[in-house]
């Protein structure tokens, strides 16, 4: 018997300026059956902006509802509605509610598809001067201090241009540990308020940034990263390498196994960065202050 079910469309709305607002998301707000919305408040700011009136039932879809609410949509979706997702900016799943309906639908053989829109990931990658070859997206870093040095300890020797969210009271921070794991001198840009009256692109090495950022920064923020550098054996000093097998280290690796990793990474004998790592602890025991060895 032939299985007839609704569409699921998710839906990219203004990640600032409402003239960015695609086209088809007016057509798809007006006709569809459903519209799940992180926020309802905010759907009707952007109807009005529009021009348009919804005709369906419009619904709350957020973080504590999400659970709770997707079993319902699926069930609609199943019984030929039309579904439409959208959150408070930019594309629905990426870092907002939306994973979970998708994975449900697909799982249902319901057909979802997108009406594509502004994305802060993909405007912040292009404006930030950095390499755009080959990029991945980390979204939000944990809150916990040290939750957020793992976090970036597991991707310090990435060589795709990073990006992340950030809140703005959280920014300082986030850059000082970044400047800290990734090196002081790693090539970043902070874009803050991206398309709105405000918007700022600040370029800079870690360490500056981190500094600007203490001063306050307000508004919705988007880190890109410059990758981890291509280096050879004759480019990574004994520091480098401390450094490497540091972080290695501290992410759960036996200091052996670190060294040996880092050596493979670097070309080296594995006693070349064994010597360094015991030169360094030698340093730190003769003198205070050294900050840059192991113990």
Not at 47 to 54: D, E, F, M, S, Y
Not at 77 to 98: E, F, H, I, K
Not at 128 to 134: E, F, I, T, Y
């Amino acid at each position: 018997m032939f299985r007839v079910t609704g569409t699921l469309v998710l839906a990219g709305t203004p990640i600032g300026d409402i003239a960015d607002a695609p086209p088809r998301l007016a057509t798809e707000l007006e006709s569809a059956d459903i519209v799940a919305a992180e926020d309802t408040r905010r759907l009707r700011g952007l109807t009005r902006a529009l021009g348009i009136h919804t005709t369906g039932r419009v619904v709350s879809y957020f973080e504590g509802n999400e659970s709770a609410r997707t079993p319902e949509l699926v069930e609609a979706l199943a019984g030929g509605a039309r579904v439409l997702l959208v959150t408070d900016a930019g594309m629905p799943s990426v870092s907002d509610p939306g994973y979970r309906l998708v994975a449900a639908a697909v799982e249902q053989d319901i057909k979802v598809t997108a009406v594509p829109g502004p994305s802060a990931v993909l405007t912040a990658l292009a404006l930030s001067g950095l390499p755009v070859d080959r990029f991945c997206f980390e979204g939000f870093l944990p809150r916990k201090a040290g939750e957020r040095l793992g976090r970036l300890r597991e991707v310090a020797d990435e060589r795709r241009t990073l990006v992340y969210f950030e809140a703005p009271h959280r920014l300082d921070d986030t850059l000082a540990a970044m400047a800290e794991v990734f090196g002081a001198e790693r090539r970043a840009a902070v874009c803050r308020e991206l398309t709105k009256t405000y918007e700022e692109v600040k370029r800079g090495p870690l360490a500056e940034l981190a500094a600007w950022a203490a001063e306050g920064v307000r508004g919705e923020i988007t880190v890109v990263v410059e990758g981890a550098p291509e280096t050879g054996p004759a480019e990574l000093d004994a520091e480098e390498l401390v450094r490497r097998v540091r972080v290695r280290e501290e992410a759960g690796e036996r200091r052996k196994e670190a060294i040996a990793a880092v050596a493979a990474e670097a070309g080296l004998p594995k006693r070349e960065v064994f010597d360094a790592v015991v030169a360094a602890k030698n340093a730190d025991a003769s003198g205070p202050g050294k900050g840059k060895g192991l113990t």
